[in-house]
Nanobody, 124 residues
Framework: QVQLLDSGGGLVQAGDSLRLSCAAS????????MAWFRQAPGEQREFVAS????????YVADPLKGRFTISRDNAKNTVYLQMNSLKPEDTAVYYC?????????????????WGPGTQVTVSS
């Protein structure tokens, strides 16, 4: 069993940056694809970014390309989401997810483990 704990959210102003972290425990996730999703109030949970087990493939949702970057450190069992030039529409709860397979996908139904989420609020 894998437990995920996402952190690093907070209240920031438009244009600021944040880095979210997701620490995995219970077992190593070095062979798992990892991802970030987000959910705004009244909206469905949407894909943000994913990364393959070796970091050789990353996939960022088109509207977020150029501002968001996903990375991982398998030695630390941790995944990161660097968010730059934040906008008020980025306000959401951000969730880390792990998939018992090495390759990336944006389909939330393909992920097996989820963190509790971390709130990101961007003020204008």
């Amino acid at each position: 069993q894998v437990q995920l704990l996402d952190s690093g959210g907070g209240l920031v102003q438009a244009g600021d940056s944040l880095r979210l972290s997701c620490a995995a425990s219970g077992r190593a996730v070095s062979s798992y694809a990892m991802a970030w999703f987000r959910q705004a109030p009244g909206e469905q949970r949407e894909f943000v970014a994913s990364i393959s087990w070796s970091s050789s493939i990353t996939y960022v949702a088109d509207p977020l390309k150029g501002r968001f970057t996903i990375s991982r450190d398998n030695a630390k069992n941790t995944v990161y989401l660097q968010m730059n030039s934040l906008k008020p529409e980025d306000t959401a709860v951000y969730y880390c997810a792990a998939r018992r397979a090495p390759w990336v996908t944006g389909d939330r139904d393909e992920y097996d483990y989820w963190g509790p989420g971390t709130q990101v609020t961007v003020s204008s």
